[in-house]
């Protein structure tokens, strides 16, 4: 049995949230019109993060960081706030208590010219819920946590969710050779800010440590705005696939080689892209060519290599696999017809993920002590609930997008729209933490 939340009369303080979103946005913050670039555990992001440690100890919580760089701020059950301790719980007595902490989170790293919102709400909104649970002295039974974790985007270094697969106790140490464009391996990125990648395995929880997770997101479509609707609540998220394809011709001189006889990397990887796109219109998926480049990079001079990413998403993964299979093959066979070689690696994947029907219907049932509806819809991005699902049951809860912006300078959620979703996020929170 449910107990009853707190008062839907108590509320987060929306004008604080907010100030802290601006002020979040400043890391990273490039000329105006060109968004923010935060990538994981660049100057940029460490100082965001030192920021997001000092408003979590503001807020009452006990601070701590975790093997894998996690950023972790615990209220603890029935406790008015944190102790003011800096250090994490021992962590035996820790993983073995049977009360599991409700967790809630996500990230602040960003991709290139982002916007303001991505990530950032969700770990935003979670320290001002538990800062309002602490401020108003509201009972909860289970400690409650919120997390930050590292680079779940994977733009820097071609894999993402690195924190929270190191939680669920998925950690691949084969990872920490991973280089960015500049040539600098995770390994070494994680030294400079000061964690030691040789521990990132144990920042594994345990099943009994989580009792449920609980992620605050801004929608990153357009579904909300055509209902006119704030707020919904994900009965689903995408699985992806994420494929890099390297396809060598012949560089030969653009005037004095004949059309037929070209071994043209660069119109090989043009067809393969059409074909891309029929096999995700035909499966119901969605499919992307985020980065591409030629060499050797001349305009007068045939492309000799191609090198493209392939975003894969589907809801089924029965599906997702047969896209990734139709793709690789119609990528093999076009560049077999041009005289072609094609080499195609996996780089990242994660499997659809179903949210819990249990959280969806708590999740619903917090919109409606607030007035609102739940309106649920099936998440096109990947988030870190997607591995923590593997901890714990799931909720997702989605704020509007302006116009469907995200990953983009002018992606927009408003002041109202976003302390929306933070309420519907603490009143979840209490009803799971009382159960």
Request: net charge negative; glycine share 12%.
């Amino acid at each position: 049995m449910v107990k009853p939340s707190a008062s839907a009369s108590v509320t987060i303080d929306g004008q604080r949230l907010w100030r802290t979103l601006v002020e979040l946005s400043r890391y990273g913050a490039g000329a105006e019109g060109t968004g923010i670039t935060r990538l994981s555990l660049s100057e940029a992001e460490v100082e965001a993060r030192e920021s997001i440690v000092r408003l979590m100890k503001e807020a009452g919580l006990t601070v701590w960081v975790d093997a894998a760089g996690n950023l972790i701020g615990r209220l603890e059950a029935f406790e008015g706030g944190g102790n003011g301790a800096d250090e994490a719980p021992h962590l035996e007595a820790y993983a073995a208590k049977r009360d599991g902490a409700v967790v809630t989170g996500s990230h602040i790293d960003t991709v290139v010219q982002a916007g303001m919102f991505d990530g950032a709400l969700g770990v935003l909104a979670g320290i001002e819920a538990l800062r309002t649970i602490r401020e108003h002295a509201i009972p909860h039974a289970r400690p409650l946590e919120v997390v930050c974790f590292t680079d779940e985007e994977g733009v820097r270094f071609g894999a993402g969710y690195f924190g929270s697969r190191a939680m669920a106790g998925g950690w691949n140490g084969e990872w920490l050779e991973l280089r960015d464009a500049e040539g600098i391996t995770l390994r070494a990125a994680m030294e400079r800010a000061g964690l030691d990648p040789s521990r990132c395995a144990g920042a594994a929880r345990t099943r009994e440590s989580v009792h449920a997770y609980v992620e605050l997101h801004i929608e990153q479509g357009r579904v909300l705005e055509e209902l006119g609707a704030p707020v919904g609540t994900a009965t689903a998220i995408y699985g992806h696939r994420w494929l890099e394809a390297s396809l060598k011709g012949h560089a030969d001189h653009a005037g004095t080689t004949p059309m037929a006889l070209r071994r043209d990397a660069a119109m090989a990887a043009a067809e393969s892209m059409l074909a891309i796109e029929r096999i995700a219109l035909a499966e119901g998926g969605v499919a992307a060519v985020g980065a591409m480049r030629l060499g050797p990079g001349a305009i007068n001079v045939i492309p000799g290599e191609s090198v493209f990413t392939v975003d894969l998403r589907h809801e089924r993964q029965e599906s997702l696999d047969a896209m990734a299979v139709a793709v690789q093959d119609a990528i093999v066979r076009t560049a077999d017809s041009r005289g072609v070689s094609a080499e195609i690696r996996v780089i990242d994947g994660a499997q659809p993920v179903p949210t819990s029907p249990r959280i969806h219907a708590l999740i619903a049932d917090s919109c409606a002590e607030i007035g609102l509806q739940a309106n649920p819809l099936i998440c096109g991005a990947g988030h870190d609930a997607v591995v923590m699902s593997e901890l714990a049951e799931i909720g997702l809860i989605l704020v509007r997008s302006k116009d469907g912006l995200s990953h983009h300078p002018m992606e927009w959620s408003s002041p109202e729209d976003c302390e929306a979703g933070a309420n519907v996020l603490l009143h979840t929170l209490l009803k799971l933490a009382n159960e």
